[in-house]
């Protein structure tokens, strides 16, 4: 899931030109000083001439929806830098996700490819395949976005896809998962709030507790699976925070996903006793029944979820008293959680390619284009630019446990998976067992452990 879009400035572009201008001073100073120190040497070879990059002309992008509010923040943004950079038009075009690698790669295929697009699960093949404008070298001379005091830098680490290159660039904030829980029904039951030393034992031991039946019907649940069903972070939550390695194996000849480790086997099961050997977690088609409202949660049926930073809006309007903490502690003794942000690719086809790289920049950068994504519920993270933290803090400063927003991010790993089979791999094979049989409680984790080394090995 990838949804999440900085120091006060004057236009980007106008510093450049400050900088170039500079530049020149000082080379024609030193020029000026040399010549009249020696008068009988050769001229010294004329400085290289470089030019500022043209600002200008038209910026096609190209994402996927995220939500109404966020939607339209993407776009706010468009408009205000075509207002500060006359002469640019930035069209934005947003498809709902279901559609959006299928004509990503139509237009590609006739020769069409947006300026900017928003990296997929088939970022990797785009890579090989020549098709995306490396962007290493214009961060690494970039005094602000190479500076990690000023900067969270690991945010790069979203867009090395081959796992050494910067193929993207990650616009605006960074986001993770939190623990969510209605503090009424905690107080119901006479259960503690959720702290930051919570162990997943101490997570099922509560959801024990918050679940309520009568005459051998559930009336409340402890929990929901929430985003603990997601592939890009959520299962593997628990599982890295019991120590597993990493899930893609790279190591040989083709890539494989490593799911041999205990502590894979351990989480799948953990999810399906939830809801079936503890029964304090909704089954799938029981969740179905509130997807009216959301969720059970959202209902005021289900007590604590662990789920994605942009459910914190939805869930703030629909529970009176929210609480948030950080994801609970495994056997490493770490609290370790996903991270997400928005990556976002330039064609290396593109005609306007500095423009393009200078809009994603003042994206990110600039004070001004924050301000909308802070008033969506996608704002509980952190800003890529540290100076903006304070900005993103209003929608959740007033939650107890709100904090949980920045802190999820302090130890995080990025779990999303780029191979350049792997949507293929994932649509056919692993979501159609991972939602009908493994969360249907049809077939035990270690039997899907089989199936996807059978299945998968050697096709990512």
Not at 77 to 91: C, D, Q
Not at 186 to 200: E, S
Not at 283 to 288: A, D, Q, R, V
């Given at each position: 899931?990838?949804?999440?879009?900085?120091?006060?400035?004057?236009?980007?572009?106008?510093?450049?030109?400050?900088?170039?201008?500079?530049?020149?001073?000082?080379?024609?100073?030193?020029?000026?000083?040399?010549?009249?120190?020696?008068?009988?040497?050769?001229?010294?070879?004329?400085?290289?001439?470089?030019?500022?990059?043209?600002?200008?002309?038209?910026?096609?992008?190209?994402?996927?929806?995220?939500?109404?509010?966020?939607?339209?923040?993407?776009?706010?943004?468009?408009?205000?830098?075509?207002?500060?950079?006359?002469?640019?038009?930035?069209?934005?075009?947003?498809?709902?996700?279901?559609?959006?690698?299928?004509?990503?790669?139509?237009?590609?295929?006739?020769?069409?490819?947006?300026?900017?697009?928003?990296?997929?699960?088939?970022?990797?093949?785009?890579?090989?395949?020549?098709?995306?404008?490396?962007?290493?070298?214009?961060?690494?001379?970039?005094?602000?976005?190479?500076?990690?005091?000023?900067?969270?830098?690991?945010?790069?680490?979203?867009?090395?896809?081959?796992?050494?290159?910067?193929?993207?660039?990650?616009?605006?904030?960074?986001?993770?998962?939190?623990?969510?829980?209605?503090?009424?029904?905690?107080?119901?039951?006479?259960?503690?709030?959720?702290?930051?030393?919570?162990?997943?034992?101490?997570?099922?031991?509560?959801?024990?507790?918050?679940?309520?039946?009568?005459?051998?019907?559930?009336?409340?649940?402890?929990?929901?699976?929430g985003y603990l069903r997601g592939w890009d972070g959520g299962w593997q939550a628990i599982a890295a925070s019991n120590g597993?390695?990493?899930?893609?194996?790279?190591?040989?000849?083709?890539?494989?996903?490593?799911?041999?480790?205990?502590?894979?086997?351990?989480?799948?099961?953990?999810?399906?006793?939830?809801?079936?050997?503890?029964?304090?977690?909704?089954?799938?088609?029981?969740?179905?029944?509130?997807?009216?409202?959301?969720?059970?949660?959202?209902?005021?049926?289900?007590?604590?979820?662990?789920?994605?930073?942009?459910?914190?809006?939805?869930?703030?309007?629909?529970?009176?008293?929210?609480?948030?903490?950080?994801?609970?502690?495994?056997?490493?003794?770490?609290?370790?959680?996903?991270?997400?942000?928005?990556?976002?690719?330039?064609?290396?086809?593109?005609?306007?390619?500095?423009?393009?790289?200078?809009?994603?920049?003042?994206?990110?950068?600039?004070?001004?284009?924050?301000?909308?994504?802070?008033?969506?519920?996608?704002?509980?993270?952190?800003?890529?630019?540290?100076?903006?933290?304070?900005?993103?803090?209003?929608?959740?400063?007033?939650?107890?446990?709100?904090?949980?927003?920045?802190?999820?991010?302090?130890?995080?790993?990025?779990?999303?998976?780029?191979?350049?089979?792997?949507?293929?791999?994932?649509?056919?094979?692993?979501?159609?067992?991972?939602?009908?049989?493994?969360?249907?409680?049809?077939?035990?984790?270690?039997?899907?452990?089989?199936?996807?080394?059978?299945?998968?090995?050697?096709?990512?």
């Amino acid at each position: 899931m990838e949804i999440f879009r900085i120091q006060k400035t004057k236009s980007v572009h106008r510093k450049s030109k400050i900088s170039i201008a500079l530049t020149f001073l000082i080379v024609s100073l030193v020029g000026c000083s040399s010549a009249s120190q020696d008068k009988d040497a050769a001229q010294s070879e004329s400085a290289p001439v470089v030019e500022a990059p043209v600002i200008g002309g038209t910026v096609n992008i190209l994402t996927w929806q995220t939500g109404a509010s966020v939607d339209a923040a993407v776009k706010t943004v468009a408009k205000l830098y075509e207002k500060t950079h006359p002469g640019t038009t930035i069209n934005v075009t947003i498809l709902p996700y279901e559609q959006y690698e299928q004509k990503l790669q139509l237009a590609i295929t006739g020769g069409k490819t947006p300026d900017i697009f928003q990296a997929a699960s088939t970022a990797l093949r785009l890579v090989e395949s020549g098709k995306v404008l490396r962007l290493d070298d214009r961060i690494a001379n970039d005094p602000l976005l190479s500076d990690d005091s000023k900067v969270r830098t690991t945010a790069y680490d979203l867009a090395k896809f081959d796992g050494t290159h910067v193929d993207a660039f990650p616009t605006g904030t960074l986001c993770g998962m939190q623990l969510f829980y209605n503090q009424d029904l905690f107080d119901k039951a006479g259960v503690a709030y959720p702290t930051a030393t919570w162990t997943w034992d101490d997570f099922l031991a509560a959801a024990q507790k918050l679940t309520v039946a009568k005459n051998g019907k559930t009336t409340q649940w402890g929990t929901t699976l929430g985003y603990l069903r997601g592939w890009d972070g959520g299962w593997q939550a628990i599982a890295a925070s019991n120590g597993m390695g990493s899930f893609l194996d790279s190591s040989g000849a083709t890539p494989r996903l490593a799911v041999e480790q205990p502590q894979v086997e351990s989480a799948w099961q953990l999810l399906q006793d939830l809801i079936y050997k503890y029964k304090v977690a909704p089954t799938l088609s029981t969740e179905e029944i509130f997807k009216q409202s959301g969720n059970s949660f959202q209902s005021g049926k289900t007590a604590m979820v662990v789920d994605g930073c942009w459910q914190m809006g939805p869930y703030d309007n629909a529970i009176k008293n929210l609480g948030m903490m950080t994801l609970p502690v495994g056997s490493s003794g770490q609290s370790v959680g996903p991270v997400w942000g928005s990556n976002m690719i330039i064609s290396k086809d593109s005609k306007n390619i500095d423009t393009a790289w200078d809009f994603l920049r003042w994206w990110t950068v600039t004070q001004d284009a924050m301000v909308p994504f802070a008033k969506t519920s996608a704002a509980c993270g952190s800003a890529i630019v540290k100076e903006f933290d304070a900005l993103l803090n209003t929608p959740w400063v007033n939650i107890p446990g709100g904090d949980a927003c920045a802190n999820s991010l302090n130890n995080v790993k990025n779990f999303s998976i780029y191979t350049p089979n792997w949507g293929e791999v994932y649509g056919k094979v692993i979501d159609p067992t991972w939602n009908t049989k493994l969360l249907e409680g049809k077939i035990t984790a270690k039997e899907f452990v089989a199936t996807l080394k059978t299945e998968t090995d050697g096709k990512l």
